[in-house]
C-alpha cells in the first residue's frame, strides 16, 4: 500500500510539472494593469501571470488558516474561562457556608 501511495503521489506530482512546464510560456506573458482614481494620473504596472497565481494562492492559504484557527481559540478561551469559573467555586463559601457563618457569630455574641 505504501509502493502505490508513493506511485500515485509521483504521478501526480509529474502531471503537475509536465503542465507547468507546457504552460510556461503563458505564465511568463506579463499582464497589464491600469488604476485611473481620476485624482491624479493613471498608474499602470505589468504582472507576469505566475506572480499573481503565487500571490493570490498565498492569500487565500493564510485567509483559510486564520478562518480554520479561529474557533480552535475561541474554544481555547472558553476553557480558560471554564477553569478559571470552577476555581473560583472551589475557593469561595457554597450557600450553606455563607448561611452558617453569621449564625456562629450570633452564638458567640450570645455566650
Known amino acids: 500500500m505504501r509502493m502505490f501511495k508513493l506511485i500515485v503521489s509521483l504521478l ?15 505564465f511568463t506573458s506579463p499582464v497589464p ?22 500571490i493570490s494562492g498565498a492569500l487565500g492559504f493564510f485567509i483559510g488558516l486564520v478562518l480554520m484557527l479561529k474557533p480552535y481559540f ?6 480558560a474561562q471554564e477553569r478559571q469559573d470552577k ?7 457554597g450557600p450553606e457556608e455563607k448561611l452558617q ?10 455566650s
Open 74 to 79: 475561541g474554544v481555547r478561551r472558553r476553557l
Open 33 to 54: 494593469f491600469k488604476l485611473n482614481l481620476y485624482v491624479g494620473e493613471p498608474t499602470q504596472w505589468e504582472h507576469p501571470v505566475y506572480t499573481l497565481l503565487l
Open 87 to 93: 476555581k473560583q467555586a472551589k475557593s469561595e463559601p
Open 12 to 26: 501526480v506530482l509529474a502531471f503537475i510539472g509536465l503542465f507547468i512546464y507546457q504552460n510556461m510560456t503563458a
Open 101 to 110: 457563618a453569621p449564625l456562629e457569630a450570633e452564638v458567640e455574641k450570645a
